[in-house]
């Protein structure tokens, strides 16, 4: 799946990229309320979910040709990793901001589970 292979490394990039940015302030004890504050935290979630899912998606291109998935469950499990891998980031950042926007997190939740359980199938299948 050369998209998600393409899309794995544009995040991975991206990740450093927001790492950089959030490292020129790390050392400010009271930047975006704290180490410790939702905000931060929630900040750096997003960061490291740049990194982990795009090498998901990375990870599910290399093995995508051996799953034993017909070609509409393929192209879902392939839909929903990107999904996931867009959406998660940016939950992250709508919600530190706007707390109230966390419920959205069900959308890269439920778009990960899909994929992943998709996989999982396509690994089992004789």
């Given at each position: 799946?050369?998209?998600?292979?393409?899309?794995?490394?544009?995040?991975?990039?991206?990740?450093?990229?927001?790492?950089?940015?959030?490292?020129?302030?790390f050392r400010e004890d009271?930047?975006?309320?704290?180490?410790?504050?939702?905000?931060?935290?929630?900040?750096?979630?997003?960061?490291?979910?740049?990194?982990?899912?795009?090498?998901?998606?990375?990870?599910?291109?290399?093995?995508?040709?051996?799953?034993?998935?017909?070609?509409?469950?393929?192209?879902?499990?392939?839909?929903?990793?990107?999904?996931?891998?867009?959406?998660?980031?940016?939950?992250?950042?709508?919600?530190?901001?706007?707390?109230?926007?966390?419920?959205?997190?069900?959308?890269?939740?439920?778009?990960?589970?899909?994929?992943?359980?998709?996989?999982?199938v396509g690994?089992?299948?004789?």
């Open positions: 799946m050369p998209l998600n292979a393409a899309f794995g490394w544009i995040w991975i990039l991206a990740s450093f990229l927001a790492g950089m940015l959030l490292g020129l302030r009271d930047w975006l309320g704290g180490y410790g504050s939702f905000r931060r935290r929630l900040l750096r979630l997003g960061h490291v979910s740049l990194a982990g899912l795009g090498i998901l998606n990375v990870l599910f291109a290399l093995c995508a040709e051996r799953l034993h998935l017909g070609p509409a469950a393929l192209a879902l499990a392939s839909r929903a990793f990107i999904a996931g891998g867009f959406t998660m980031p940016l939950c992250c950042g709508l919600a530190a901001f706007r707390p109230r926007l966390q419920p959205l997190f069900a959308v890269p939740v439920v778009s990960l589970v899909l994929g992943a359980s998709l996989v999982v690994i089992l299948r004789p």
